[in-house]
């Protein structure tokens, strides 16, 4: 029974099945037709003997292995690779189907390949999940055929493996290896002019690209082309160290509207992985705060080994709510908890005016003790349908609609400046690198 269950039979025998009725009916009427039939009818049993015979005469002919990483990062490309080596003494054409996790909703992840005898060869191919949990990975299956092409023979390969889906770490890696090169610039990180004198003097090293070219030391330079050939050195400064900044992320309701895939939830989860370890190589002291319509995951500011691991893992679990977030009592907490001035970055989102002017009175509060800086989004929908053009009465009245919501959205930060509270409007595939740019801005500026 195994073995029927692992032979297919390719369209093209069909056809000659098909044609072979034609013909043995055709026999009734031109009876020299019978003849013909019946060599193609013994002919075509022939082929497929010949065909099953190659196909299923070796043992353990082909072999499959997936791998992956063991843990895939949400919204990126993740790779993953299947390993393929032909056994057989003849060239093998392959369909490969991989069991993909039904978080992919994807039944037609199909590979073709062609392996020579004793051929290996590699698929490679990525994967971009779009929310966090447990993904399970299932069997690889291989339907190989001969170069008969009549029948195919399914081998299975059990590969199930379990792969938790964290946070875009592969973003914060680049945004790390960018940050070690000072090259933060070419991801969108902007320059800030430094204001002020709370940095101290580090150390003097070679010139890298970008350096400010007034901070060149040029005894150093003369030295060092005396000696070690031609070079700039420059002095390097350093911030001031040991701030605390902390990500406030609302869970709310508001925050499960998707874009490109991602929930609001998503892209500040990224962000904040991204935004708190560069403050840990910055040396400040990085900490998080969920909240829905009471106070979720708490994890205090801290430098300390292991506090981004401590943030992975609190931001994996996080899930959005449906009741009305509760401002107030995130007010309280920190009230109760933070005694230390800390930047405040709270990811959350308004719609209109009058959503924002409820929660103005707690924003106010956290204000007077902190640099609060509320992030919230701009619906990049909303900007295309103002970007288009409306041909018709019904597309006007969408238009009109979309230019009052957006207009809302601006008032927005103009209603926070006015009580000094700092504002970032961004469209959610930009959050990252514009938080970053916030961030460095309050350090430039010595706001924290």
């Given at each position: 029974m195994s073995f029927l269950r692992s032979i297919y039979f390719k369209p093209r025998v069909f056809y000659a099945l098909t044609a072979l009725i034609f013909l043995f009916l055709l026999g009734f009427v031109l009876p020299w037709v019978f003849?013909?039939?019946r060599v193609v009818f013994f002919g075509l049993i022939v082929f497929l003997l010949l065909d099953g015979i190659l196909l299923y005469a070796p043992k353990n002919a082909l072999f499959a292995r997936r791998e992956l990483p063991d843990r895939l990062s949400n919204g990126d490309d993740n790779p993953v690779q299947i390993f393929l080596e032909n056994r057989y003494t003849l060239p093998i054409r392959l369909t490969i189907l991989d069991e993909l996790p039904v978080q992919f909703q994807k039944r037609d992840a199909a590979f073709n390949a062609t392996l020579q005898p004793g051929e290996r060869q590699t698929l490679r191919y990525d994967l971009r999940p779009t929310r966090r949990g447990e993904y399970q990975f299932g069997t690889i299956n291989l339907f190989a055929e001969s170069p008969l092409g009549l029948i195919q023979r399914r081998y299975r390969f059990s590969q199930d493996k379990t792969v938790a889906v964290y946070p875009s770490y592969l973003q914060m890696r680049q945004y790390e290896l960018m940050a070690h090169a000072n090259r933060l610039n070419e991801l969108g990180v902007k320059r800030v002019r430094r204001i002020g004198t709370s940095r101290e003097f580090e150390q003097i090293r070679p010139y890298s690209q970008g350096d400010d070219v007034r901070t060149i030391n040029w005894r150093a330079t003369a030295r060092r082309s005396d000696a070690a050939g031609p070079g700039l050195m420059v002095n390097a400064f350093q911030d001031e160290k040991s701030q605390a900044i902390y990500c406030l992320i609302d869970k709310g309701r508001v925050m499960k509207m998707p874009f490109g895939g991602l929930s609001l939830l998503d892209y500040a989860i990224n962000a904040t992985l991204v935004l708190s370890n560069i403050a840990l190589l910055k040396q400040d002291k990085a900490g998080v705060v969920t909240f829905a319509e009471t106070i979720g995951q708490w994890l205090p500011a801290d430098r300390r080994s292991g506090q981004l691991q401590r943030i992975?893992?609190?931001?994996?679990?996080?899930?959005t709510r449906y009741p009305d977030t509760d401002y107030e009592a995130l007010y309280l907490h920190l009230k109760t908890h933070l005694r230390q001035r800390s930047l405040l970055l709270l990811f959350t989102n308004f719609e209109t005016v009058?959503?924002?002017?409820?929660?103005?009175?707690h924003f106010r509060r956290l204000a007077k003790d902190h640099l609060l800086i509320v992030v919230f989004f701009e619906n990049t929908e909303l900007r295309a349908l103002l970007d288009g053009p409306a041909p018709t009465t019904e597309a006007i009245y969408l238009k009109t609609i979309a230019e009052k919501y957006f207009y809302e959205k601006q008032q927005m930060v103009r209603e926070l400046a006015q009580?000094?509270?700092?504002a970032l409007l961004t469209p959610p595939e930009k959050l990252t690198v514009?938080?970053?740019?916030?961030y460095l801005e309050m350090k430039a500026r010595g706001l924290i």
């Open positions: 003849p013909v039939a992975l893992n609190l931001l994996y679990r996080q899930k009058t959503g924002l002017r409820r929660q103005l009175t009580y000094g509270i700092q514009n938080a970053l740019n916030k």
